[in-house]
């Protein structure tokens, strides 16, 4: 029998499931055949199912969110005019009290006590004294409004279904909200400033943490073209063409899957189901059907599961998306003060990005034998790199003070308050290698005058990297790439301790609590460190790393 594509299904393991996007969320079913005519069938069956119960007719979700958050940034543009931060409406209200004004003066009531000051008058406007209870419902009830082409009023149009859990919880939302505004409007009328700004304050806090995914992603391109992301994504130069074509590719994508939906509600989940479902079953821009179609009718394409493993884009474009989306939560967290926990907790990774090579044993003993002649300042940034996987900036921004001596274990504290770092796994405590202690390492600590260790060797981000290039590499005779091209730098040194301490069977928790890495929702080793036996046993761990030229013996 020739091969029969079953629309909407996905394979995996040569089972069927069923696949779609509806109400804007994803569902997904075992269809429990590897069968292509039995998929067939069932799938035809699901499809029927679903139009018989109404399924698409029920409230998503989505609206109600959208509606909110409709309802709350047009509530705070009106009250933006109370701090002076809305001129338009300012001009319209300053033309109604004027005429007000007016009226009461040729009526003789100029100096009535029932007239209102002008800032009494714009908090009465702004500030309605309606119930919030009740302004919350009303709100909402424009759910269910739907304009009559024959009538001028508005058929209201309820069902059961619509009044799901996330209905309430929104009406809950706008109702707390309203109170909000009600206590800012007391506080105004009370002569209490400094209170009436706080909550305004807080309400514009919350109102930007409701902004959707496309809005803050095309800030952030915005911030690339005019070169005002942060240094570490760009070195705060303005993107060239290329690089910004690159990134709305991302961007056409992404926003297609998120649009609408607020920052705060983008999951680990929904991120893993882009790149897993969508992004890594997309077909090759340069084939007929990728460039027929829109980006709509694409992921309707891969969703009914008709593009052929050979047609699929290659592992470095998803990479090249995953990337970008990093590129933009890294953005997002540092200059905007968002949370990127949605993207470090997602589970999926591209299987085919470019890794750096890992230095051989031998290789890493060279390194150190290279740099033993160098000052302190060179000789000890290396030395600590290879005995701990520290990134380079890690090393750099070293106090004094991080190094401490924890229920008896010598120990490095790699903390934020040193300096940027670049997740928030990276703050962890990792204990001192004994042959770096044997070589002196506590003593160099304790002859250092300064508060940074290194800071006065260098205070550029490169310094390393170019020790490595212009020196180390050269004097080591050391290759560009590995044996199967992936490429050697001074950063193979990180992935030569990771490699090494799997290959001794450490836990990967531990692997990853003493580099740094994203536990996935998991809880932190380093949370436990005031326990004996747990700073005893990554100390164990760290002393597994034994550099020697291949001999076994230690390197000293």
Not at 243 to 256: A, E, H, I, Q, T
Not at 341 to 362: H, Y
Request: aromatic fraction near 12%; proline fraction near 2%.
């Amino acid at each position: 029998m020739s091969h029969i594509n079953v629309p909407y299904t996905v394979k995996r393991a040569g089972f069927y499931y069923f696949n779609l996007r509806s109400s804007g969320k994803i569902i997904r079913v075992s269809l429990y055949t590897k069968d292509s005519t039995t998929a067939l069938r069932r799938v035809s069956h699901i499809l029927d199912l679903m139009k018989k119960s109404g399924e698409t007719q029920i409230m998503e979700d989505l609206k109600i969110r959208k509606l909110v958050r409709s309802v709350i940034e047009s509530e705070i543009q009106q009250i933006d005019v109370l701090f002076n931060n809305n001129e338009d409406l300012e001009d319209v209200l300053y033309r109604q009290y004027r005429k007000s004004y007016l009226e009461r003066q040729f009526s003789g009531g100029l100096y009535d006590k029932d007239l209102d000051t002008y800032s009494i008058f714009k908090i009465k406007k702004i500030c309605s004294s309606q119930d919030a209870g009740y302004r919350a419902g009303t709100a909402l009830k424009k759910l269910f409004l739907s304009e009559d082409s024959n009538s001028s009023e508005n058929i209201l149009e309820l069902d059961a279904s619509d009044f799901t859990k996330e209905f309430f919880k929104s009406e809950e939302e706008l109702e707390k909200f309203y109170l909000r505004v009600n206590h800012l409007k007391d506080h105004l009328l009370n002569g209490d400033i400094d209170s009436a700004e706080q909550i305004y304050l807080n309400l514009k806090k919350m109102i930007e943490g409701r902004r959707t995914f496309n809005e803050l992603f095309e800030q952030f391109m915005r911030a690339g073209l005019e070169g005002t992301l942060h240094k570490s994504m760009s070195g705060g130069e303005p993107w060239d063409e290329t690089r910004y074509k690159d990134v709305k590719n991302s961007f056409n994508l992404f926003g297609y899957y998120f649009e609408g939906t607020s920052m705060q509600d983008v999951t680990s989940n929904e991120l893993d189901t882009l790149f897993r479902e969508y992004l890594s079953n997309f077909p090759r821009r340069n084939l007929r059907i990728a460039k027929q179609n829109t980006i709509p009718e694409l992921f309707e394409i891969v969703a009914q599961g008709i593009i052929s493993e050979d047609d699929m884009v290659r592992g470095k474009t998803v990479a090249n998306h995953y990337k970008n989306l990093a590129t933009f939560y890294n953005y997002y967290e540092k200059v905007l003060g968002g949370n990127s926990q949605a993207f470090r907790f997602m589970n999926f990774k591209p299987a085919n990005s470019e890794k750096r090579a890992v230095f051989s044993v031998g290789q890493v003993f060279k390194m150190l034998t290279c740099v033993s002649s160098l000052g302190p300042g060179k000789k000890w940034p290396i030395y600590i790199m290879a005995h701990t996987g520290m990134r380079n900036a890690e090393i750099m921004q070293l106090r004094k003070e991080d190094i401490l001596e924890l229920n008896g274990v010598h120990s490095i504290r790699v903390t934020e308050e040193a300096g940027e770092l670049k997740t928030i796994s990276s703050n962890r405590i990792i204990p001192i290698h004994k042959w770096l202690i044997e070589q002196g390492f506590i003593e160099f600590v304790e002859d250092c005058k300064e508060e940074y260790l290194f800071k006065r060797y260098s205070t550029s981000d490169r310094y390393l990297t170019r020790l490595y290039a212009n020196f180390i590499k050269k004097e080591c005779d050391f290759p560009d790439t590995d044996g199967i091209g992936r490429p050697l730098s001074l950063y193979s040194l990180r992935h030569f301790v990771v490699t090494t301490l799997r290959t001794k069977n450490v836990p990967d928790m531990y692997v990853k609590a003493i580099v740094g890495h994203s536990l996935s929702g998991q809880q932190d080793i380093t949370d436990n460190y005031s326990h004996p036996d747990d700073i005893k046993l990554m100390q164990e761990y760290i002393n597994s790393i034994s550099i020697s030229a291949e001999s076994g013996e230690s390197a000293k």
